[in-house]
């Protein structure tokens, strides 16, 4: 691809930029593997301030959307019963290092006259987590769509996830996993998640 193409795509991908911001996150990329004494102009990594803007875009495209706007697909139900959809997987990035963060999320809430399709709560849940996140809050706006746009006698989300930058550097504390949990009525219905 020509050089004009790749910042073409960048603006496309950063649909809230411009040339001059997209210049000088490519320069701020640029400036780091000088930090580390690489060579920015050897093959291998010409094209990497390109490659890493245009991936950092996906890890957060959730800025793109309101993630809750997708439960707003919703079915009329007499179901009394509490729903569970477990091991959600997602990927998210922790603000404070914007390392990588994953695991799996687990939902169930008590439907109160209204369902929502089952596919919509990866969808609903990725859309928060391609943010810069932490976990704790990442859960409670999970808890806080549902809450919102389902309106269920209660709901429960509960997160499991691995941050690489606790486990890749820093604590370096390997197999580590952090657990974070958020109820919004009935706590009973943690019960399901455990
Ligand atoms: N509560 C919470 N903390 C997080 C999350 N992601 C990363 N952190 C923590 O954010 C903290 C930032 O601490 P600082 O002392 O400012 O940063 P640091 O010197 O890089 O800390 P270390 O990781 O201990 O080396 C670290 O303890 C991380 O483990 C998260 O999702 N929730
Ligand atoms: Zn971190």
Do not use: W
């Not at 991936?55 to 509490?82: C, N, R, W």
């Amino acid at each position: 691809m020509m050089q004009e193409e790749k910042y073409n795509h960048l603006k496309e991908l950063y649909s809230d930029s411009d040339e001059t911001k997209i210049q000088s996150a490519i320069a701020g990329i640029e400036a780091l593997l000088e930090l580390i004494g690489e060579d920015g102009t050897r093959e291998g990594l010409i094209d990497t301030p390109y490659r890493f803007l245009k991936a950092f875009a996906e890890y957060t495209q959730g800025y793109k959307i309101d993630p809750k706007t997708y439960l707003e697909t919703q079915f009329e139900s007499q179901a009394q019963d509490v729903v569970v959809v477990r091991d959600i997987p997602f990927e998210s990035a922790c603000e404070h290092h914007l390392a990588r963060f994953h695991g799996v999320a687990h939902v169930a809430y008590l439907p109160s006259g209204k369902i929502t399709g089952l596919s919509k709560f990866p969808r609903m849940i990725n859309g928060y987590a391609r943010r810069l996140q932490v976990q704790e809050r990442l859960t409670a706006q999970v808890a806080d769509a549902i809450d919102e746009v389902l309106q269920p006698k209660a709901c429960a989300v509960v997160i499991e996830a691995t941050h690489s930058c606790m486990t890749a550097r820093g604590a370096m504390a390997h197999g580590s996993s952090t657990k974070t949990f958020a109820v919004r009525g009935d706590q009973n219905l943690l019960d399901y998640l455990k």
